[in-house]
């Protein structure tokens, strides 16, 4: 079983002052750091799926600084880029050929928005025959609003990591990876 870091959507319109301000993304972008140092000491793939929206969306918006991904995880020449333009990952992207060139099975998943990217993509890879480890606390999300009534970012990330979990993929957190 070979096994790659898919890095999915940590881009600066997820920050303060960005256009689509996650709740409190820093804690989620620290273990996402250490989940990069780890593939990268160890020799492992690393793969960063990079959303592009179209010049008339809220946000993501080609040729901003929002669209850019963090700098504090900058890709190295080495690891691959994947741009998409909608929530799943595999749609309409290279993903799934470069993953099969490179062999890999098992996909460590983590990045941003929980209920939607991650999410989406997550049920695409187990659809796929990937084996899934999801990385909770390397996610984050923002408060939803459903019927008037306001769901906040917590109860939205609980919900979403337990609907994965396990049917979908293994969750845990950065440490019990680590």
């Known amino acids: 079983m070979k096994k790659a870091l898919l890095i999915i959507d ?3 319109d997820y920050f303060p002052n960005g256009k689509c301000e996650l709740y409190q993304p820093e804690p ?3 273990n996402i750091e ?3 140092s780890y593939f990268r000491k160890n020799d ?3 793969y960063y799926v990079q959303h592009i929206a ?3 969306a809220s946000f993501f ?3 901003t600084d929002g669209v850019n991904i963090h700098n504090s995880i900058t890709p190295l020449a080495s690891e691959k880029v994947i ?5 799943n990952s595999f749609f309409e992207t290279s993903l799934q050929a470069e993953l099969e060139k490179d062999s890999i099975t098992e996909l460590v998943i983590c990045g941003m928005m929980t209920h939607m990217c991650i999410d989406t993509t997550v049920r695409a890879a187990k659809e796929l025959g990937y084996n899934i480890t999801l990385i909770s606390d390397a996610c984050a999300t923002k408060d939803l609003e459903q019927n008037g009534e306001k769901l906040s970012a917590k109860v939205v990330q609980h919900v979403y990591m337990a609907s994965l979990h396990p049917r979908f993929a293994n969750v845990m957190t950065c440490e019990n990876f680590l």
Do not use: G, M, R, Y
């Open 61 to 63: 918006v080609p040729d």
């Open 34 to 36: 250490a989940l990069l």
């Open 10 to 12: 940590v881009q600066n």
């Open 83 to 87: 741009i998409k333009h909608s929530p």
């Open 44 to 46: 492992l793939p690393v």
């Open 54 to 56: 179209d010049k008339t």
């Open 28 to 30: 989620a972008l620290e």
